[in-house]
Structure formats: C-alpha cells, structure tokens
C-alpha cells in the first residue's frame, strides 16, 4: 500500500493524513474485493523495516490498525474473515506493543465463524524473515526425523501454511519493483503495477489487477 506519503505531500498534508486516507482506501478495497468473490486478500500494513520511521509516524500506523482491526462489524456484514502474518508475539525481537496484539487477537476471533473472503494483515512482516525461519525449523524437523530440508518442510513452517499461492501481487505508486512481501508464495504471481498512489486506489485498478487473473 505505497504513496500514502506522497498522496499527502502533493496536498501539502502531513504523512499521517495519508496513511489515514489509506486505511479507508483499504476498507472501501476490503468491500469491494468481497463483493467480487476474491477468495484471499492480503496486504503489507507494517514491515519489520517500518520501526524506524519517527516515532509519531508509527504511533498513528499503529492507530490505523487498531481502527481496521476494529471495524469488525463491517468485516462481518462483508462475510470477511481476518487473520494476520508477521513476527510471532512470543519471539526474540518482536516489539508489538500489547494494545494491538489484544487488536489482532480480537479481530481474528470476532471474525472467525465468517466464510468468504479471508484478509490476512502482514503487521511486523518481514518474507525473507519468514523464509529464514521457517528454514530453521524445517531443519530442527529434518534433524529429529532424518528427513531433508524441502520446500515443502520449509512451507509447513511459514506464518501462514494455508496463505495459498499469490495469483496477482499489486503494487502502487509507480513503483516497479517488488519489496520483501510474500517471497515465496508469490513464486507464480502475476505483477500489476499501478501509477496510483494507495488512497487513489479504486474500484478500477482492482478490476485491472483481477483481470491479470481471471
Ligand atoms: C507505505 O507508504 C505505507 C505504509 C508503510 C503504511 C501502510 C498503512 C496503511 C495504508 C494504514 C492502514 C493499513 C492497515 C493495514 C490498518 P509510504 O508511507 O511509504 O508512502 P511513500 O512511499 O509515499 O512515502
């Protein structure tokens, strides 16, 4: 969800105000996908590279995750189930402050019983993070049972084993690389790249980005 900082630049705004314009773009995207019978949505909210930012800047992040993960009426008037990837709580080096750990945990349990669109938040994600780890315990597997360290050992041991494989990775804001988000279940993804910084991303841009697929 790139350009939030650039959206807000262009209008003399500070960079909070287009983070803020960005969680409501993802509400009206959430919407929108489920109506369109998008199985699984997953989006980058916060990196593991994202601590560095100022402090204030990552208060407010934190604050729009709190918001998302409380629109739990909507979620469910959509059908749509939540569920999150990133650095596991109980982890060295995981600084999730408790207020959204108790956001995340809420929301995955309030929206639970839904069954149609599942949107995975990556909150304190890093891929290659998730691959090294994965990799590590993949061979604690393979030592104790003499098995080999395959990629299917290293995929029983991502965040999320069930985050099926990405069919279309987006990326906004003119920005025409990707970045350190679902390496490895983007293997086969298609790429749709879009001028449009993330809160002037519509109804539009998704059906460009679907159609790559469909
Ligand atoms: C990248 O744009 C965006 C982020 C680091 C934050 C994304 C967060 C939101 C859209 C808020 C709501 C999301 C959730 C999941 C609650 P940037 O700040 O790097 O913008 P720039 O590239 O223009 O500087």
Redesign the pocket.
């Known amino acids: 969800?790139?350009?939030?900082?650039?959206?807000a630049k262009r209008r003399g705004l500070p960079?909070t105000a287009?983070?803020t314009a960005?969680?409501e773009t993802?509400a009206t995207v959430v919407r929108e996908a489920a109506r369109r019978n998008v199985g699984w949505l997953t989006?980058f909210?916060?990196s593991t590279e994202?601590w560095v930012r100022p402090p204030s800047e990552v208060r407010h992040?934190l604050g729009?995750?709190r918001k998302?993960f409380g629109r739990i009426d909507e979620l469910n008037a959509n059908n749509v189930r939540v569920r999150w990837i990133g650095r596991p709580f109980d982890e060295p080096g995981s600084r999730t402050p408790a207020p959204i750990q108790k956001a995340i945990r809420d929301a995955i349990r309030d929206t639970s019983h839904n069954t149609g669109m599942v949107l995975t938040?990556a909150f304190d994600y890093g891929s290659r993070a998730e691959i090294a780890r994965a990799a590590r315990l993949a061979a604690v597997d393979a030592a104790s049972s003499g098995g080999t360290i395959s990629p299917t050992a290293i995929a029983r041991h991502l965040y999320d084993p069930e985050l099926p494989p990405v069919d279309v990775l987006v990326r906004t804001?003119g920005e025409t690389r990707i970045s350190n988000f679902l390496l490895w279940q983007a293997r086969q993804a298609r790429v749709f790249f879009t001028d449009a910084?993330?809160p002037d991303f519509g109804a539009d841009e998704l059906d460009a980005a679907l159609a790559l697929v469909s």
């Open positions: 969800m790139d350009g939030n900082g650039r959206w960079r287009g983070h960005g969680e993802l989006v909210g916060f994202n992040i729009l995750h998302l938040v804001s910084a993330w």
